[in-house]
Structure formats: structure tokens, C-alpha cells
């Protein structure tokens, strides 16, 4: 490809809107450009790169025996009503009506329209197992979209969905996808670490795993351990070497040592206040959060240097929904203002986390205002509370699965999602096969999705410099970029034809620099587009000698031609 | 590929909801399945076929120097303002609001996003000429979905850009994408026609051509000359050897000649009625038709036996709309019920065709219940009107092109279309360049559309027989299927996957029927899949030999299997 003729506007300037690396570098390298909020066009040099994401991602989704289908954007709105969706997924959910004032979703999921196709069409036990996948715009009404195409409206994703007979059939068509996701993301080089997630709205039992490119701009944390496998969202991260109840021995002998102490505390509401008023750790104090937990206040109690996962609380409780209580149900239940709410007299349900259990005693609020109570024994006076692991695991806690590791933090970004289903969708649906027996059975299903327009910006996050991209060579959208340095030059020009036209015939892809700019312009502009090996045809071309540039370690070496044809036809670079 | 494991449910009979040929073995031979009226889900066959189709494409547009992009299927209502079709377009435009409620059309086409993009973009007469395609999604609420593929909601579309600084350029981006459209066409296994076309409502100036395929079950006419290359479609069809006017000479001498002759004809209101009641041809009548031009009315005559053109008019008129005017229109501005309207005496515009202007005399309706007018001399009694060409070409006419060839009309579907759109977005949008003299200046530009999901359909016209679909090789979703007859016998199996192993490695694509089935079942869903080429491995397969039978010919041959292997890695089929 001639660049004179290639629609790539490249920019000099950062364009303000982009606070994310690759955001930035897919506008300077003019890759996309925002229609609307979220909503990108992607140009040819981004258009090429995506295809080179979608053509990894099919290859390896037909090596693991899926096969490739194709479904409708547009989605009748009874569907989802029949799975019972329409009401629950809220306002990302586009929808829209047809000239027949029809009701219509613009999809951002296929569940719905899969399950009811493998309906219609399987029926027997024999037609199992079955993986259907698609690769296909989504539609999501996110709030705030940003990021580029990290967090978009429309975007590119695969879907995939199993079908199986029983569960040790979707463990089999989980595992495959499992590890169909680590090729496609190793493939694509990026850095990533699949970890253990919860289950979130979609619902379902059983395991799932997230796929998190690890990246700053992330915006899931991930628990790792630093020396075993162990890896999980935060949401979802357990830890090892819990804390013990503090033990009989140290609680007390007679109602003396019971005693609460009442410390006046006034305007002093945060841990990090008390802290410095008792001049004490945040370890010693006890903290109590009110939470509305399907609309009921519910106490959780933990450590003062510990925060609530509210995942766990929900898992718990086996709720729908638990989030924090508004200020006035805070206030009424606790009888205080905010911040001096405490484990001690509610009248409401309590969760106390197990390390709170393992402190001999600490310092609450007293649910009045102005005051908190010292000398709580929780093995005393919270025993009644229900007891269990209600907090997120914190950088340096022991891991859950090996005796030697700690957990340390990262930030990543979802790029994959493998998830057992189960018979949620099935069941809904009424969709059913029959087993060998003639019994109707509903499907066990899991679903795998993979965003290909975000892991572009993932891969971009991890694969840039100061002066611009470096393409893994894997999705680069040309493999070398030739460099004329003086496109007057006719040898310079014959030489550069001639390397193209080489690298051409032996299947490389190559961008051929003709323009007439100059060649601190081109150079700039090569290393901002981050093709993998630059050729560079200058003053030596008359005596056939070229600089081959390896982007991503910067090497420079003169070659001949035809040492320079080899090694850009390897794979040294 | 397995048989066993793969998604493709065909069906024993016809839906009955599937009205063409085309549309019947998507259904049965399972490529599609309806998800709601007009929007469909691609089976993994029908995937296959479809990704051929996309490839070839995409191949023909990239060997033509167009760019791929991908442009957002949401579009912000306010570009369609800026162009003037928010309101123009009608109720086939999909729309949606966001949850700021925003306004958002799904897109039916991409004008106005890649005018808008380019605008911003392209500054300079040095980065023309520029073309860009995209294959990509598209959706339009169509009134009466049908046909399955060939008229649906939401379909697959290749639509190309070009910015071209002068009309000669826009001549050479036009020529080159028509050239790619032969190529396309012809390499899909397509008999189509390129066609003369009218501009219609998406506006523009100079050329345009549409590509159809012939097939009974289009739904538009064109009109073909027998002799020379000339085609058209029936709205924009001329004809050659127009009618001259009645001579000077065979016109009237004196005013008795000219008088007009009344005739009672109670309830005679159609050409039918009065060829009966005069017994005279149809050719012997004036017909005349009250049409509303942009509201107003005008009346248009035509010859008994001839019909409208209402492009013609439209075009005549420089009009928005033409539409025939309603009744009590027509009858207000004639003063008589409609089957009685006549040229003679009307206070409104009056266009005669040339083909009544050559008739000495004739019959037509007196604007007076019951009455008809003899002795109507167009030449004196028509004078003021004016005159040109108003009909539709009609078969047996004059080719417009050469000297010897008569028209003959069938019936196509558009596929392709080319079109000369000039600065009808570029000056809507302010979308300029400066030319060489730093003048600023609208984009000259073309648009160019390829219905990819329609096509398929269009391919299914014209390839089929009572059994089933015969895939043209270039876009088969198998090239090769392979058919032990037993499954149980392990002789046939093994030289079965033998085979299909041997074939795979040469590149050919093998679908085996690994099914436990009875052979007659096997070879009836072979028909119906209509893969190019059957390798049936039965008896003989312990000798090593196997029977070839080409899906096209029906022609059969008893092979060894290297001889079987050359000839399916071969282009004899």
C-alpha cells in the first residue's frame, strides 16, 4: 500500500479527550475517530488491525470446535421479556419499535436469541454437544463511555455458546473455550492473567473466569499470588490463614471485664479521625456499615483497616441486590449520625467479618452521636451476629491456595469472560432436548465472550512508548514499513519499489512511505504508527545497503538487499 | 467438518411461508432461520456462504484501491438533519433514542457519516482521489418483508465512498467500481445485467447503473436489446424510433376537419371497455392520467395501449414527487368522474406524448360523465401541450442504441448499485478540499452498494433444481462432500476420513457425512446442501474405489482414489 494514498491522519498533538494511553494512540495514528459518545469509526489502519483480531479469534474458535453463526442486532423485545431480562437490564439496554410500534432490543447479548434458535432446532441428546459463535457489533447504553474503545455504546464482540447434556459436558466445552481464550490472547500479545470472578447479573452457577489484561487504566482489580496461579477479581478473591476467633482463654472471666467504656468522640467519624484522637492503628477500631440489601438495612461489621465486599455480603444473604443504605435509613436504624453507627443495640440483622472476631477487643461507634464505645469484646458482645468472611482481601494477605504466597494487587482490564450458565436461559425459555432415556431435559449452557474492539485498545495499553505504537507483529496492520527517504530520489524510489514488491510476493504486508515530506515527518510518523520493522532507503541505496529499524528495541542494522529480504521475512524481529 | 456435529437442520418439506425458490432452500437446506419478520440468523452454512460472499468483495474492492473502514451502524439524528433526509426518508428509517434521549438512526445507508468523516479528514486535492468501503450491517423497516434474504430489515451490506476532485476523476472512481462489480458478479456465478437506472430519491446528478440478476422472481423490470448490450431499467428504458408527429400534410385544411365528435358512452371508463364498445385496438385511444406534481395537479396523456413514466415526468418537471392525483382531485380539476378525464379543455399543465402527437386522430374522454370525444386531432387540439416522451418502454420497441435491435423485457434484483452522487452530501455537509489554487471546493463524489446478504438469495435464484441448491464452486460452503454409506463399516470410514484428511491438507474444504443415517436420507440432504462435488464411499471402498458425482451435471464416475483425489483438488467441477 502506497501511505500517499492510505486515509491516515496522523496527529502531532494529543487530542485533549483522551485520558487513556491507547485511546490517545488510536487517534494520533489515526486508527478511529468519534461519530458520538462511544461510537467510533474505525479507518483503514484501524479497520485492518481489527480484522486481524477477528480472523485470531475465529481460527482459534473453529480449532476448539465451535461453529460460526450469525445473529441479528435487532432483537424482539418478547424474547427478553421471556427470560425475564427487559425489565432487569435497566437503561444499557437500547431498545427501540419498529413502524408496527413493535418493541425491539438492539442486543448487548445474544442469550435470548441463541437459546431460543437451539430450541427449535436440537432436540436430542445425540446432537450434543454443540458450541455456536459469532463475532458482531453489540449495542450498550453505557452512562459514561470513555476510555475510546475500551468503554464504548458499539462495539465488536465474539459470542459464544455451549450446549451440553450434563454438567460434566459444559465442564468439557468450558475447558475447551478456557483454553481457546489463552491462545487467542496469547496470540495477540498481550499480557493477561485469567482470574476467578463472581457470577454478577447475568446470573448462573458454577465457575467463571474473567480474562484481565493487566494494565493501570484497568478498571477491575485483580488479586494475584505471587507464587502459585492464584488469581482473582477483587470482588471474588478469598484469602488464606484466616483470622481465628480469639480464643476462650483471653475472653472474660466475669462481667467486669465486660465493661464498655463510653468515650465522648465529638465531630470524630472516621477511621483515620479516631486514629489520630487514640493515637491507635486502624486495626483497633471496628467498623459498621448499614446496607440495604434487597431494599432491607442489614449491619456489616469489620475491621477498621478492612473494607466490605459487598459481593460476599450478597452471596451471603443470597440477594439481588446490596448496596449502601441511604443516610436517612442509616440514621433511623442507628439512632446517630453518620459515623457513629457500631455493632452494639441494633435492632437490624449484623454480618461480622471473622477478623473482627479475632480482635480481643476494640473501639465502635456508640450509635449516638458524638460517641463510641471502647472495651468491645466482639466474642462477647457481637455474638450473636452472624460471623463469616465479609471483606476484600488486602495486598499482603496470605493466598487461598498455596501455603507460601502473598496477594499482591494489579489493575486489569476485562478482555474475556468464560461462564457456566447452567440451565438459566433453558429453563426460561423452556428450551429442552431429550436424554437417552426420552426424558425432556434442559440445556446446560455456558456462555464465552470475548471483546474484540476493547482488547485492541487493551493490547494498546501495553504496547506503546513515548514516540507511539508497537504493534505485536501478530495484529500489526502491515508487518514493514518501507521508507523512501526522498521520494525525488529515483534509485532510492526503484530500490524502495523493489523491496515492496519482494516482500509483497513472499506474503508480508507492507506500507510504502511515498510521500513527499520530510524525513523527520516520515520518521515520526513510522514511529507513531508502530509497524514492526522500519526500512529505511536512503544515501546507500545506489550501492544496494538499507536500515532495517526493529520498532520494539529500537536495533538499527545496515543490511544488503537481499540480507534485508531474509530477515524481513523471518521472524527475528 | 463432521456431519454429525454440525448445526445444519434441514427440513423434508417447503415452509409455507416461503414464497421463492431462493428462500425455500435457505430454509431447508438450513442456512437461515427467521428470528422476526425480515431479520434472520445465519446458520453455520449460511455463514460459511456469506463469508465467501464478504471475501470475494472485499478482494474485487481492495484490488480496486478502495480502503476498508467500519462506520458505526448508530448514527446521530443530527447528521441526517444536516443532509435533509431526517424527515425525507420516511418510516424505512429505524430510529432510537439514548438514555440522555438523544436521537439516533440505525443506518440504512452511510452518506452522511462518511461525508462527515472525510470533511474532517481530507483538506487537500493532493489526498484525492480517495474511495472507502465497508461491509457492514444495515437496517431498514421495510414495509412488507419478503423473500426471506431479498427484502429484510436488517442485512449485510458493501458500501463504497469515493472524493474525487473533478467530474473526470469522480467518471475514473465510477468506472473502476463498476469494473469490480462485473468482476464480483461474474466470480459469485451471477447472470446479471448492468442496467441503466434512474437517480430516485437519494438524489444526485449524472450516471448511474444498476447490476441485476436475472430472475422471475425480481421485482423490477428491465428492458434489454436483443442485438446490442443496451439495458435499462423499465423507469429510465427510452426507445428508439421515436413516433414522428402526424405531418404538416395529413393535418386538417379546414376547421370542419377538426370538429370534434361526441359520444354517449355510459359506464365505459376503461381503454378495455371502449376498445370493446368502438371496437377499435387500444392504440386507436387517448388515455389521459391526473397526477399530482408536487401537490399540483397535471395532466399527462398517453397513448390507449402505452403506460405512464412517471419518472419521466418527474424528471420533465424537475419534481420532488409525482404520485397519481387522488379522486376527488381528478375529478374537481376534469369536472367528471374518473374513466372520463380528456385533454381537451383542462385548465391545468397537459404533457401529450410524442406517441399521441403521431396519431392523425383519436378517441379520449370528453371531462363529462358518460361521454367520450372523437375525432381528437393531437396536432391541433393538443398544440399547447407539452410534448416529449412520457411512456414506458414497452417490449418490441426500438432499441435507443443501435439500428437493428428490439427491446425484450424480464425481470431482475438489484444487487449492485453505482451511482454518480456528485456534491449532493458534500454541499449539505460543507465538505470541501482546496484545489490547486487553494479555492475551496465541494467533494465531487460516488456511492457505490452491493446487497451481500441479497445476493446470496439472488445466487439461490438461479442455482437450484427440484432436489435442491447447486452452490457455485467460488462460494460452496463445502467444495467437497464426502459420503461413506455406512458408517458402520470401518473399511468406508477409514478411506472416508482418509480422504477428507488428503483433500483438507490440498485446501479443499470437506464436509463428511459421518451421520448413522440410511443412504437415501444421505444423498437427499447431499442434494438439498447442493455442495459442488459428492464422494460416495460404499462397496467398492475394500478395492479403493469410490464414486464422483458432480452436483451441477449430475454426471457420475466410478474413481480410484488417487485419480478420485486429482480430480476433487481439480477445476472440473
Redesign the interface.
Known sequence: MRQS???M?TLRESPSEAEAASHQWMLRA?LI?Q??AG??????L???V??KLEQIVREEMDLA?A??????????AELWKESGRYEVYG??L???R??HD?E?T?GPTHEE?IT??VR???SSYR?LP?T?Y?IQ?K?R?E?RPRYGLLRG??FLMKDAYSFDADWEGLHRSYTSMYEAYHRIFTRCGLYFRSVEADAGSIGGEGGTHEFMALADIGEDTIAVCDSCSYAANLEKAEYGGKEQAASEESSVRDEHEAELVRHHTPNIKTIEQLSQAFELEAAAFIKTLIYAVDGKPVAVVVRGDHEVNEIKVKNKLSAAHVELADQTTAERVTGAPTGFAGPIGLQIPILVDDAVLAMESGIAGANEADYHLGNVKPLIHLSQAAAGDFRNAEAGDHCPRCEEGRLAFHRGIEVGHVFKLGTKYSEALHATYLNASGREQPFIMGCYGIGVSRLLSAVLEQHSDNNGIIWPRAIAPYQVHVVPVSVKDTVQMDLAAHITSRLSEAGVEVLMDDRDERPGVKFKDSDLIGIPLRIVIGKQAAEGIVELKTRKTGEVQQLGLEEALVFATGAEY
Open positions: 494514498q492510505l486515509l491522519p489515526g475517530r461519530l458520538a461510537i467510533y469509526t474505525y479507518l483503514p484501524g479497520r485492518r481489527l480484522r470446535g461453529q460460526e453463526v450469525l445473529m441479528p442486532a435487532m432483537q424482539p437503561p444499557e437500547m431498545r427501540l419498529d413502524r413493535r425491539f438492539l436469541v431460543s434458535l427449535g432446532e436440537v446432537q454443540l455456536l459469532q457489533t449495542f447504553d452512562k455504546r458499539e
